[in-house]
């Protein structure tokens, strides 16, 4: 059925290209002729979804097959959703306007808890049973992936099977099983047995869980002989050998990422004990250069677009980053595509490249301190000192920037107020510092603090920590705030809300139970919960009461070392002793040093990838 | 051959739900990947050289589209029509283009547009009947509708910018106006804009189907121009 949708709809709507498709590259092959139709769902608005790398590259590896297609679905904004709803008409898929009931599998990536409750709303408008245990012959399979699947405990309930890890080689592995297994007369419990073996699959059905009387888990026990006891992540072990999109969709509506991408490696090797992705995309793999240099002229060919962005989680590190930018320097400068390079460490090298590359006017510079006293940076492993802080804005300063932003977590494990006050202190010395220095704009430099409040994630040194308490966050919020105020103007102070911090740890780190939560809340009228102008604390609340499920379980709660995590049976290559000795080492303030130095055994170096392979510098004196 | 062309492009049902400032986005991207010795202007953010005649609004669709952009090089008009329209997406085509040799845009001179309306009343109305309620509307002076200005939302009178307007039923409440109206860059009148005052006016309430542009007009010495035709002084 092709959904017919007039302008009487359309014309209703803010922004209705996002619901009309057609874009520039979008994949058109006949569904008739192929054996498995993939709906690709982003659980969110189609300006944050376009602009998501991963999805490019699974919708490019799907439609690459002759005997897939793939086509794509976003959350509709609410203006959008009403008109569906009052007119009885399913969500669809941009490609053939096809509702998602009727495709063979309906795929979620999941990159932010807060958009967990848009799943449920996509799958009802998609005309699809919400909980997995109502779909039954021949609806769609649901699935999911993404970083938010390492733990996929909250919501078990709804999904059919989750891919573990990278999907680039594991989601072709699962359509041949798809193909054998349609027509065979089997039923959806039997293709869900046949793909539970496959690595980096994961079948919540075929696990049970049992819990203590104090509301822990006992033990998480698969519940058939085929499903292994720990599902192992997959991973890409050499990005070369894996396609990368070179004719990604070119959206008609600007979208927050509206360039093209370039990914330069998977992981990262500083570990700073916070960041989950830090951990959960070990070991570093890098593109080589020569690839990066053929993908950036190709997708400018095949794009149109006069802009290039390299992504990673942290540029500095690409190891021929000097090699890659000067020869992309002069491929971006011959045809008018401006570079924008994020994630790097503010030196004489990046100053230097930053002003050959820059188009716009040196406006912003943002660092990343994560916490105000060199004592807590070291508690997080951020190898950051004040004095490399003051040299950097000193040098970019003097570089002509004129204002700076400062990123901060507050409620990091151990924070005392003085760690707090340590933020107002770091503005304030590093406009000291910057008095006087020659730049145009020494004089008028704004500087912005921000701080986020710190969610403990899992597969992180702080998964067992306690966040923070709202009323502990929001006091120290005040209390920077005011500190500031009273010493100087020049200084932004900005802060996140803790209450959507609070939701974002309970579903980070929840347990199968906070399905029952989910589904309330939903049935609520949750969505878009990312969003300050939907976001309801209040209904996120009720739903916990009804369901009589304590919040703070989750997010307050400090767990001991030898306490059943919910994503205890998913190996994401890190070890559990070494997540434990890392937090150990945190408590003392004693850092941890990077991958490139030396190696410190987190378990990542047994897919021998990546850094893992390269010989470095004192790996000889490790044990 | 010519380093500056003015082109002319429709815009179909497919990509009417884009907004202006998108489709000057659509035009920037397949410029780029036609690979044409595209002229740049100088500066920190180089930009194409590419002016629109009229803006777009959502949901309008076009046959007469025209818009001036400038090369680095010779580009004979058909090469630039054969490049293009392998390059633009399927909705929008480009339809002819002309060598340009003055120093006016084309956005300054557009002075008029001819629309198409379609649009539905609540009942079944004659052909008479409508000709009356129109003609009635049209021998008035002042038709005060409220328009987006850059002051805000004022009361604007609309009546000097419609030129001429017709209406012709095709069956029972379906009808197909013709409007002949004031647009560019100064005293632009829009087709939605048109439709609002005429529902506010006479309150058929009448529902607007599809809005589309006939063609686009430039003025000199009191007399409608093909923008073509000033596309050489």
């Known amino acids: 059925m092709r959904i017919k949708l007039d302008d009487s709809l359309l014309l209703k709507v803010e922004k209705p290209a996002k619901y009309t498709g057609n874009e520039w590259n979008m994949v058109k092959k006949n569904p008739e002729e192929v054996s498995l139709r993939f709906a690709f769902c982003f659980p969110d608005d189609y300006e944050i979804g376009m602009s998501h790398l991963g999805m490019k590259i699974m919708y490019h590896v799907l439609n690459k097959r002759e005997d897939t297609y793939c086509e794509r679905a976003f959350a509709p904004w609410a203006d959008m959703e009403a008109l569906l709803r009052e007119n009885n008409i399913p969500l669809y898929t941009l490609e053939t306007y096809t509702p998602l009931h009727e495709f063979d599998m309906v795929g979620f990536t999941l990159q932010y808890e807060m958009s967990f409750s848009n799943i449920l709303n996509m799958l009802d408008l998609g005309g699809i049973p919400v909980l997995s245990k109502e779909r039954t012959g021949n609806m769609p399979f649901v699935l999911a992936g993404g970083p938010c699947a390492c733990n996929p405990e909250p919501i078990a309930d709804f999904i059919d099977f989750f891919v573990i890890g990278e999907g680039e080689e594991v989601t072709p592995e699962i359509i041949e099983e798809y193909k054998k297994w349609k027509g065979s007369g089997e039923s959806r419990d039997q293709f869900l047995e046949r793909i539970a073996v496959i690595e980096g699959v994961y079948v919540p059905k075929l696990y049970d869980v049992s819990y203590h009387e104090d509301g822990t888990i006992k033990e998480v026990k698969p519940s058939s002989p085929i499903a292994p006891a720990k599902v192992k992540r997959r991973l890409i072990r050499d990005l070369d050998a894996v396609d990368f999109p070179d004719d990604i969709i070119v959206p008609y509506v600007g979208t927050v990422h509206d360039r093209i991408m370039l990914e330069l490696f998977r992981g990262c090797i500083r570990g700073c004990r916070f960041c989950q992705a830090g951990f959960i995309y070990r070991p570093v793999r890098e593109r080589s250069y020569e690839k990066l240099l053929d993908l950036a002229q190709k997708s400018v060919e095949k794009t149109g677009y006069d802009e290039i962005s390299l992504i990673s989680l942290s540029t500095s590190d690409y190891s021929s980053l000097p090699d890659l930018c000067n020869n992309l320097i002069k491929f971006t400068e011959s045809e008018k595509v401006s570079l924008s390079l994020p994630s790097l460490r503010v030196d004489n090298f990046s100053l230097g490249l930053m002003e050959k590359v820059s188009k716009v006017r040196k406006s912003g510079l943002t660092f990343a301190p994560e916490a105000g006293t060199q004592r ?65 704009y020494s004089k008028a430099l704004r500087i912005t603090l921000s701080t986020s409040c710190f969610v403990p994630k899992p597969f992180t040194p702080f998964q067992w920590e306690p966040m923070d308490s709202m009323a502990s966050l929001m006091e120290k919020q005040y209390h920077l705030k005011d500190r500031i105020k009273k010493r100087t103007r020049r200084i932004d102070y900005r802060y996140h809300d803790a209450k959507l911090s609070f939701m974002e740890a309970v579903l980070a780190r929840g347990d199968r139970r906070i399905g029952q939560v989910l589904y309330a809340a939903w049935k609520k009228g949750c969505k878009f919960d990312g969003w300050d102008e939907f976001f309801s604390f209040d209904k996120w609340m009720e739903a916990f009461r009804e369901c009589g499920i ?50 410190s055994q987190c378990g990542a170096q047994a897919y021998k990838a990546g850094i893992c392979t390269k010989a470095k510098r004192g790996a000889s004196e490790n044990g | 051959m010519a380093k500056a062309l003015r082109f002319k492009f429709s815009r179909s049902e497919q990509l009417k739900y884009i907004a202006h400032l998108d489709i ?59 490049s293009m329209n392998s390059s633009l997406p399927e909705g929008i085509r480009i339809l002819e283009a002309v060598e340009q040799n003055i ?119 009191n007399k409608w121009q093909d923008p073509f035709e000033v596309a050489n002084g």
């Open chain 1, 550 to 599: 304590d919040p703070e379980f989750y997010a307050n709660r400090k767990r001991k070392f030898t306490e059943v995590m919910p994503w205890d049976h998913l190996d994401m290559g890190i070890s559990k002793d070494f997540l434990q000795h890392e937090c150990q080492k945190a408590y003392e303030g004693d850092l941890t040093r990077n991958c490139a130095v030396g190696c």
């Open chain 2, 103 to 221: 120093n006016d845009n084309i956005m300054n001179q557009i002075t008029a547009a001819k629309y198409e309306i379609g649009l539905e009343t609540r009942e079944d109305i004659s052909q008479n009947e409508m000709d009356n309620i129109l003609h009635r509307l049209l021998s008035r002076d002042e038709i005060f509708v409220l328009k987006k200005t850059k002051k805000g939302m004022r009361p604007v009178n609309i009546r000097p910018w419609i030129y001429s307007l017709s209406i012709r039923k095709k069956e029972m409440n379906s009808f197909l106006m013709e409007a002949f109206l004031s647009a560019g860059a100064e005293n632009n009148l829009r087709a939605d804009l048109l439709m609002q005052a005429f529902n506010q006016e006479t309150g058929l309430e009448a529902k607007t189907l599809a809005m589309h542009r006939k063609a686009l007009y430039a003025s000199s010495f």
């Open chain 2, 24 to 82: 000057l986005r659509v035009f920037e991207r397949a410029l780029k990947r036609s690979k044409l010795p595209l002229a740049y202007t100088q500066g920190f953010n180089p930009r194409q050289k590419l002016v629109f005649g009229l803006p777009m609004s959502i949901g309008l669709t076009s046959e007469a589209e025209y818009a001036d952009i400038e090369f680095e090089q010779d580009v004979a008009p058909e090469d630039f029509i054969r």
């Open chain 1, 376 to 440: 807590l940076r070291d508690v997080i492993n951020k190898g950051v000192t004040d004095e490399d802080l003051v040299s950097s804005v000193q040098l970019a300063v003097a570089g002509g920037w004129s204002s700076v932003k400062l990123y901060f977590m507050l409620g990091l494990p151990t924070e005392a107020m003085e760690d707090v006050e340590g933020i107002a202190d770091m503005g304030i010395n590093l406009l000291e510092a910057c008095r006087g220095l020659p730049g145009e």
